[in-house]
């Protein structure tokens, strides 16, 4: 049987079983009570409340403006509508990256305000000691590399990162710089397949992948772009499972249409 259907809570701990047991880890982004609600009673494993609620909840260019009192928000909704799966949530740009008191200072708020299980920060090497010093007061880090969009404006483009052989044995070099400071896993985004596998292999934390192909030990997706809900961004990562504009959009027009004819409420429908 496999484990992830046996546990009442899903651990850091469950986490590393499951990658020993070549048992694959699903992961999605919430950051609302409601559709929290759906997906942990679905069985997903991990929900990261990311930074990508700048884009998708608030309608931003990039994820650099979302503030961590609006990431705690969030997390305080999606921890309120789980029960099973593991809470994670993105330090959000310009809350870690002065030092790492800040970094401590910004992960126990989280921690404290949301009841969330864990952090998730962008970077290798440059966060090392960050990772290190949220370790030592009990909180489960995860990395992050290869596409890292809060250093957006760095690299300038959103295409697939780690092509060149420098960038790759960077990334590795991080890879294993994160796991020796103690993160519990790692995000790999938008890198090659080839690569993302090798680093899998080499470290013995579980490696997520978005954009990194199936070699890894686990997958995660944005929740509204997996159901379909934004019909503009199709990488080629992205596997729509739903086309939830569409459905919403017609919902809706009907809805209208009803109102406007007067035949929403029905007497049946009426007190
Ligand atoms: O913020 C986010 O949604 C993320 C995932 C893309 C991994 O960091």
Do not use: W
Not at 25 to 49: C, H, K, P, Q
């Amino acid at each position: 049987m496999s484990i992830h259907k046996t546990v009442k809570r899903v651990t850091t701990h469950v986490l590393h079983e499951m990658k020993e047991r070549g048992e694959k880890i699903a992961m999605l982004t919430a950051y609302d009570f409601s559709l929290a609600r759906i997906i942990d009673a679905a069985g997903i494993d991990v929900i990261l409340v990311g930074d990508s609620a700048s884009n998708v909840m608030a309608g931003h260019e990039t994820t650099l403006p979302i503030t961590l009192d609006q990431m705690i928000y969030h997390a305080s909704s999606v921890v309120r509508g789980t029960e099973r799966a593991l809470v994670i949530v993105d330090l959000p740009f310009g809350s870690y990256q002065g030092n790492s008191k800040e970094a401590l200072a910004s992960t126990i708020r989280i921690m404290k305000e949301s009841g969330a299980h864990g952090v998730k920060m962008e970077g290798g090497e440059e966060v090392i000691e960050s990772v290190r010093r949220i370790l030592t007061a009990g909180v489960p880090v995860m990395g992050h590399l290869g596409l890292t969009p809060q250093s957006i404006y760095k690299f300038g483009t959103y295409t697939v990162r780690a092509t060149e052989e420098q960038e790759a044995e960077k990334l590795i070099t991080d890879a294993l710089a994160l796991q020796e400071a103690g993160c519990f896993a790692l995000v790999l985004e938008k890198i090659p397949s080839a690569l993302a596998g090798r680093v899998a292999q080499e470290v013995k934390i579980p490696v997520i992948g978005i954009g990194a192909g199936p070699q890894v030990d686990g997958q995660v997706l944005v929740l509204h772009d997996m159901l379909g809900i934004n019909k503009e961004f199709s990488p080629r990562f992205l596997r729509r499972y739903e086309n939830l504009y569409d459905s919403i959009f017609s919902a809706v027009t009907s809805y209208t249409s009803d109102v406007k004819r007067s035949d929403f409420p029905s007497a049946s429908e009426s007190y």
